[in-house]
């Protein structure tokens, strides 16, 4: 059995230099270092064969009796996570108090989720602050919890960004200190760095493994390409492998999720934590008549978002939000909640992440649980047939 390398089908990008620059590695303009580069990548995937779980392990999920949570492997890991989690990301130590914060974490804790995520770079190392904070102080059991952080941008000098050993190394023993924990579950590489040879970030990342301060690695913005990349160099030289992608994905964004990533799922056992599931906000329905003073759009820093919704794509989008009403409405649910939901039967997601700034907004969301065994295939059918965006080659996984 061979492991393909379907980037090229899809046009990846090809890790070089300038990362804007798109290149097929069968083009006959890409340069010799890169063609090499794909070659051996290739060569030893083919050599990997299919991903085979060990004593015939079933990936099933389970749901909680008292919560009604359902809990799914991390990719085709052992480590069980919630379907939901919580997210930091502009919320903790930006756009909420410290003890909305907590709310918010009480409220997902008792609701059965047991994934938190955050990383250095939310609110310049806060956001680890506080949440380190609410889980000393509600006292649960570091073992019912999956804490995992970011490394990339961790200051402003040239030696605390970037994937290299040493960032590596020092960003996450920086993290662990602002958390107050002897270990993250998951530690992510946020984005990927052509500066450093990936050879240098798998052993890195194996040595804080081997070191406890982490219990697993993942990726978050990385090309199908570069896990396939990271993935070989760790076979090729015993090293552990990311388990896990961080990627956006919702209703007017699913390319990567739907099409690049399940290959990887079912070869190599990377499985996917969506984050975004409601584009920002822009499908809960806040805006459709404008942008709010109190949304996310209307801060400085998020002028890229305002300008998006105020396109003509963003009143695109918009339309068809509105078009979705009767599902919404036969199904007794609010767009949000069928939204998530909608993320939520790919096969290959193993938990997509939340964020909320009041605790109405969490409490809505975690609704969607409920909606998921709505989601027929016809359900299904109806969405993709007013979005209209379906990619080609998309399966269905989940029915």
């Not at 919630?82 to 008792?110: H, K, N, P, R």
Request: aromatic content about 8%.
């Amino acid at each position: 059995m061979q492991v393909s390398i379907a980037c090229t089908d899809h046009n990846l990008k090809a890790r070089n230099n300038d990362e804007r620059h798109k290149q097929n590695p069968s083009s006959p303009k890409l340069g010799n270092g890169a063609r090499a580069k794909f070659r051996t990548v290739a060569i030893i995937a083919r050599s990997l064969g299919h991903f085979i779980p060990q004593h015939h392990i079933s990936l099933k999920e389970s749901t909680a009796k008292q919560t009604g949570m359902k809990y799914r492997n991390l990719g085709k890991s052992g480590l069980r996570v919630s379907c939901l989690g919580l997210g930091t990301w502009v919320t903790f130590g930006g756009q909420i108090s410290d003890e909305v914060a907590e709310q918010l974490m009480t409220i997902a804790y008792e609701h059965g989720i047991n994934l938190f995520d955050t990383a250095e770079v939310y609110a310049a190392g806060k956001a680890e602050v506080i949440l380190g904070n609410i889980i000393k102080k509600k006292g649960w059991r570091r073992s019912s919890l999956v804490i995992t952080t970011k490394l990339y941008w961790g200051g402003k000098a040239e030696t605390e960004r970037g994937l290299s050993r040493k960032h590596i190394i020092e960003g996450l023993k920086a993290s662990l200190q602002r958390m107050q924990l002897e270990y993250v579950d998951v530690v992510f590489a946020n984005r990927p760095d052509t500066n450093t040879p990936m050879e240098e970030i798998v052993r890195a990342m194996t040595y804080v493994i081997n070191q406890g301060m982490t219990m697993y690695w993942g990726t978050s913005r990385w090309s199908a390409m570069e896990i396939m990349e990271a993935y070989s160099v760790a076979r090729q030289f015993n090293l552990i492998p990311p388990v896990c992608e961080q990627a956006e994905y919702h209703i007017f964004q699913r390319e990567k999720i739907e099409v690049q990533l399940p290959e990887l799922y079912h070869k190599i056992g990377v499985g996917a934590m969506t984050w975004s599931p409601l584009a920002c906000g822009i499908i809960s329905g806040k805006y459709d008549i404008g942008v709010p003073e109190s949304s996310r759009a209307s801060l400085k820093c998020y002028q890229w978002l305002k300008d998006k919704i105020i396109s003509e794509e963003g009143r695109r989008q918009q339309a068809k939000l509105k078009d979705l009403t009767p599902i919404v409405e036969r199904l007794s649910c609010t767009l949000p909640q069928l939204a998530i939901a909608w993320c939520l039967r790919n096969e290959g997601v193993s938990s997509v992440l939340l964020g909320a700034s009041n605790t109405e907004q969490l409490t809505e969301n975690l609704g969607a649980i409920q909606v998921l065994s709505k989601l027929t295939s016809q359900i299904v059918n109806e969405i993709d047939s007013i979005l209209g965006n379906k990619p080609l080659g998309k399966k269905d996984y989940r029915s």
